[in-house]
């Protein structure tokens, strides 16, 4: 005998059962309500089995060779939950260092989000705070402290290895910075962010330009990433493949593969601007891949016909159809020197962190999820040019899969390949910025599919409405699609726990957590 419920069906037992836990969970948050409020709006923005044994990070002929055992697992109808910390979880002290903030109601919200079901949390492990006096000095007690307070909360982890700054988007408040040493090199040395054509910068990321420079206290970015994640599994070695799930590795602004072409917070862009090609600081690659293709004319600057960050696409030449558009000889050019170095990138960060986490694979007990994160740019998705993707590095046209060489990249590593917009729909989007992050995700979860690459979701914006989280969850077991491994809620915050979006959080995460 079933009940029907919200529309989906439980067994009398199972509904009972899982009335009572929610019970508990409020009678708890209600004991608590006086230390969960200290979580005040300014602070908090924007019973599973492990699955860690399942995840396994493989070469590229390993994945061919199990696609049928990858499929399999993913019709596994579980979907774990982790929730992302506040923007503003860390404050600096009186000298300068940084410090949890209100660690007694972080603790109190942590066994609230264990009772509700929750499987873990996501942390940002800031390159800006554990190296952050001088090169290779890193400072690990403030993630210990962090990771025991979860684990002891009985949580796992979805660890983010942040090499960027979010100083813009929080401005200045709870932010994190660059290294004081990198920054340090920045006032100096400009070029080792990157420019904008009017030759604006932000040190928010280092320039993929000092990949394979010694410009950093006489190492290469690609090398200080490395020596980072090194000491990161080090120093963790006990908690990977146990309590760590999931390890996600920074690749640009905000952690994901893209150029900053819409740096947000510092007034340069506005929604829906299509962005600005990010590629002034030094053009020496440009300038070669010019003179390969005969046309050392095209190795001098970026194109002088592509707007600014506030430009609509109509009437910017670059981005409509004639002669001196994408789509002429030397749009393509630059467009796939533009793309391919964003790509090289990825390709060079996640291959180090393979080969750092490849002995976790030999262990089935101590396997870890390797995850890259890309950028959901839906604004102008239904044009015929895709702009505001075009200036982010993702060379996707109405003509052109643009995400395809980016998931192959992945598929090669054996990285998941996390994906946002899971809580949004093309009707609740302007109309007049053609957006379409339900055809974005779709092209996604297609060619995710195509490549063998587990997919990690999340949301963009904040929904903890019935119709947003639901959406979520039609996403998540989208039938045309696999499963997704997990899903991150961004983020953990005040408004979580009041009683009316908690009502529909701890039922989405119950549903999420129950074999369909």
């Known amino acids: 005998m079933a009940c029907k419920c919200g529309g989906y069906y439980y067994t009398l037992n199972a509904k009972a059962s899982f009335d009572r836990d929610l019970a508990k969970t409020r009678k708890f948050l209600l004991r608590n309500v006086s230390v969960i409020r200290m979580f005040t709006s300014g602070f908090f923005r924007s019973k599973w089995r492990s699955i860690a044994g399942k995840r396994r990070i493989l070469s590229m002929d390993a994945r061919e060779k199990s696609r049928s055992t990858i499929l399999e697992s993913s019709k596994d109808k579980r979907v774990p939950i982790f929730v992302m910390m506040p ?101 100096v040395n400009k070029d080792i962010y990157y420019r904008d054509q009017q030759g604006f910068s932000n040190n928010d990321y280092l320039t993929l330009g000092v ?170 998705y239904q044009t015929v040019s895709h702009p505001a993707e075009l200036t982010a590095g993702y060379y996707n046209t109405a003509l052109r899969d643009g995400y395809d060489p980016v998931v192959s990249v992945l598929s090669r590593h054996g990285a998941a390949l996390h994906i946002p917009c ?27 599919k195509k490549r063998i690459v587990n997919l990690i979701g999340r949301n963009t914006t904040e929904r903890l409405d019935k119709t947003g989280l639901w959406k979520i969850r039609s996403n998540c077991y989208n039938p045309q699609a696999e499963v997704v491994r997990s899903f991150t809620y961004f983020r953990m915050n005040d408004s979580i726990f009041r009683v009316e979006n908690w009502n529909n959080f701890v039922p989405f995460v119950r549903m999420m957590s129950t074999d369909l």
């Open 422 to 448: 899971l809580e949004m729909m093309d009707s609740e989007t302007p109309p007049t910025y053609l957006c379409s992050p339900e055809g974005l995700l779709k092209q996604m979860q297609s060619v995710s």
């Open 87 to 187: 923007v503003d979880i860390f404050t600096l002290d009186a000298s300068g260092c940084p410090r949890i903030r209100k660690l007694k109601a972080l603790t109190v919200s942590l066994k609230a989000l264990k009772l509700a079901g929750v499987h873990g949390i996501g942390v940002e492990v800031w390159w800006g705070i554990v190296e952050r006096f001088s090169p290779f000095d890193y400072d690990w007690s403030l993630y210990e402290e962090l990771f025991k307070l979860i684990s002891d909360s009985g949580l796992k982890l979805h660890v983010a290895l942040s090499f960027h700054s979010n100083i813009h988007s929080t401005h200045g408040k709870g932010g994190v910075s660059l290294p004081l040493w990198i920054l340090e090199i920045g006032d």
């Open 211 to 380: 990949d394979h420079v010694p410009l950093l206290s006489g190492r290469t970015a690609l090398q200080c990433y490395e020596d980072f994640m090194l000491s990161f599994v080090n120093k963790f070695e006990s908690f990977i493949g146990t309590v760590i799930e999931e390890i996600s590795i920074g690749l640009g602004p905000s952690g994901e593969l893209r150029y900053p072409a819409h740096p947000f917070g510092d007034g340069r862009w506005k929604f829906p601007g299509i962005g600005e090609f990010q590629c002034y600081d030094k053009m020496e690659d440009l300038k070669m891949a010019a003179c390969r293709e005969g046309k050392p004319q095209w190795g001098d600057k970026g194109p002088q016909n592509a707007g600014c960050y506030n430009s609509l696409p109509s009437g910017v030449p670059f981005f409509e159809e004639g002669k001196e558009s994408f789509l002429s000889d030397y749009g393509r050019f630059f467009l796939e020197w533009y793309s391919g170095r964003l790509i090289c990138h990825a390709d060079a960060i996640l291959a180090k962190a393979a080969k750092i986490l490849k002995k976790y694979q030999e262990n089935e007990q101590t396997s870890v999820m390797l995850v890259a994160k890309i950028s959901g740019i839906y604004w102008w």
